[in-house]
C-alpha cells in the first residue's frame, strides 16, 4: 500500500504488467507516516526509512527495524488488514484508465530513476 495516489510511478505498471503478480496495490486516502513496512506469515516484520532497492542499500543512510516475533507480527498484520479496509484498490483495470498525464510522469520518473 502506498500514501501515493499512483505508488511508485515507474514501479507500479511493471507490477500491474506482470501476469503472474499477485497481491493488492492500495492508495491510502488519510494522513500517515510515510514508511516502509511489511509482515510474512504474521511473524517476521520491517518498519523503517529502507526502500527494497540497491540505492536504499548501497548509497543512502536509512534506519529499519526487523522484529521476529508472532505477537508483534500478528498486531502488524492487524494493522495492515484495517488499513485496506480504508485504502482504495487500484486495479490492473483502473490503472488502465489513468489519464495520460500520469503516463508522462511515468516515462519521466523512469528516466531519470537512476539519478534521484
Same mark, same amino acid.
Given at each position: 500500500?502506498?500514501?501515493?495516489? %499512483? $505508488?511508485?510511478?515507474?514501479?507500479?505498471? @511493471?507490477?500491474?504488467?506482470? $501476469? =503472474? #503478480?499477485?497481491?493488492?496495490?492500495?492508495?491510502w486516502?488519510?494522513?500517515?507516516?510515510? *514508511?516502509?513496512? !511489511?509482515?510474512? /506469515?504474521?511473524? %517476521?516484520?520491517? +518498519?523503517?526509512?529502507?526502500? !527494497?532497492?540497491?540505492?536504499?542499500?548501497?548509497?543512502?543512510?536509512? +534506519?529499519?527495524?526487523?522484529?521476529l @516475533?508472532?505477537?508483534?507480527?500478528?498486531?502488524? #498484520?492487524?494493522? !495492515?488488514?484495517? /488499513?485496506?479496509?480504508? *485504502?482504495?484498490?487500484?486495479? $490492473?483495470? #483502473?490503472? *488502465? =484508465?489513468? $489519464? %495520460?498525464?500520469?503516463? +508522462?510522469?511515468?516515462?519521466? *520518473?523512469n528516466?531519470? #530513476?537512476?539519478?534521484?
Amino acid at each position: 500500500m502506498s500514501d501515493c495516489c %499512483w $505508488p511508485d510511478l515507474g514501479r507500479t505498471s @511493471d507490477s500491474l504488467g506482470t $501476469p =503472474r #503478480a499477485r497481491g493488492t496495490i492500495g492508495c491510502w486516502q488519510l494522513t500517515s507516516l510515510h *514508511a516502509k513496512t !511489511f509482515v510474512v /506469515d504474521e511473524r %517476521w516484520s520491517s +518498519v523503517g526509512t529502507m526502500n !527494497f532497492d540497491n540505492r536504499s542499500l548501497v548509497l543512502n543512510d536509512e +534506519v529499519t527495524l526487523m522484529v521476529l @516475533d508472532d505477537g508483534f507480527g500478528q498486531r502488524m #498484520a492487524t494493522m !495492515f488488514r484495517n /488499513d485496506l479496509e480504508r *485504502a482504495v484498490e487500484i486495479t $490492473p483495470d #483502473a490503472f *488502465a =484508465r489513468r $489519464p %495520460w498525464t500520469e503516463r +508522462v510522469l511515468e516515462e519521466g *520518473a523512469n528516466l531519470i #530513476a537512476r539519478v534521484l
